[in-house]
């Protein structure tokens, strides 16, 4: 009977954790499932093999208040193109990935039922990112929140002031993970490493993200992978099958 239930066990977290690998996120844009789209247009082609957007959304994605969400980057004066790169390849991202299974929350919000919370990101794409935008402007810490959209817009609140991101954002990670409330966890995990999540990847050797959801789905979302829980599953399977005089 033990035995039994260790496959049982087995069975069903294996399931869960395909459930969480090449899935598209409820929400607004998104495709119902992934799949090739080779009409990805810019920054957003390095999903073409596998993506979660359609080629409209990948070239929504590069301009100024797009009809995807109406944001405006501009909103403390123009963004330099050195900058406004790094929230164009956070946009594909978002809108392309089919590996942020295991980082996909509930919502309540208004338009989407899903976000992603807490994706690790890698140190490299994060301080890049806060490197090239140090001197870039904004009025605000979190995006996702607060602003006055009576024009169509977001236009900066009353009384919000424009600053450099290097005084509204001090560290790399107050940028990473303030601003869009959390989505991305500022991590010191590498590029290449298979534990963080890039924003940036070369398409030529595959996308790298692949493995890194396969190995965050053996854990749980935003916890540390609890790789021993499945190798104790295992354990006892052996020892139930072997102590299983009735089958000998
Ligand atoms: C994308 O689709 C929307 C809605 O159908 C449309 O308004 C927009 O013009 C399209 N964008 C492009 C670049 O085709
Ligand atoms: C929002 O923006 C409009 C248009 O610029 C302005 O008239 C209004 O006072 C603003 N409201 C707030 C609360 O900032």
Same mark, same amino acid.
């Given at each position: 009977m033990a035995s039994l239930w260790a496959v049982l066990a087995l069975l069903a977290l294996s399931s869960a954790q395909d459930s969480l690998l090449n899935i598209c996120m409820d929400?607004?844009?998104?495709?119902s499932k992934p799949g090739p789209e080779g009409q990805l247009y810019g920054q957003c082609v $390095?999903?073409? +093999?596998?993506?979660?957007?359609t080629a409209n959304t990948s070239i929504e994605?590069?301009?100024?208040? #797009?009809? $995807?969400?109406?944001?405006? *980057? +501009?909103?403390?004066?123009a963004m330099a193109q050195r900058c406004k790169r790094h929230f164009i390849q956070d946009t594909c991202l978002y809108e392309?990935?089919?590996? $942020?299974g295991p980082w996909i929350d509930q919502t309540d919000s208004s338009w989407r039922r899903q976000r992603i919370l807490?994706?690790? $990101?890698c140190r490299e794409d994060c301080e890049q990112w806060w490197e090239d935008c140090r001197d870039a402007s904004t009025c605000?810490?979190? *995006?996702?929140?607060? *602003?006055? *959209?009576?024009?169509?817009t977001n236009q900066c609140p009353r009384g919000a002031m424009c600053q450099k991101f290097k005084y509204v954002f001090p560290t790399p990670a107050d940028l990473c993970e303030k601003l869009w409330s959390h989505s991305y966890r500022y991590t010191t995990e590498r590029r290449g490493g298979g534990r963080c999540i890039q924003m940036?990847? +070369?398409p030529i050797e595959g996308n790298p993200n692949v493995a890194v959801a396969q190995y965050y789905a053996r854990g #749980?979302?935003? +916890?540390?992978?609890?790789?021993p829980a499945p190798l104790a599953l295992l354990a006892l399977l052996g020892s139930a099958l072997l102590g299983a005089a009735p089958w000998g």
């Open positions: 929400a607004q844009h998104h495709k $390095l999903w073409k +093999d596998n993506a979660c957007c994605a590069h301009r100024d208040q #797009s009809y $995807l969400y109406g944001f405006n *980057w +501009d909103h403390c004066g392309c990935s089919p590996n $942020l807490n994706v690790p $990101l605000k810490v979190n *995006w996702h929140k607060g *602003w006055n *959209w009576s024009t169509g940036w990847f +070369d #749980s979302a935003a +916890d540390p992978p609890r790789s």
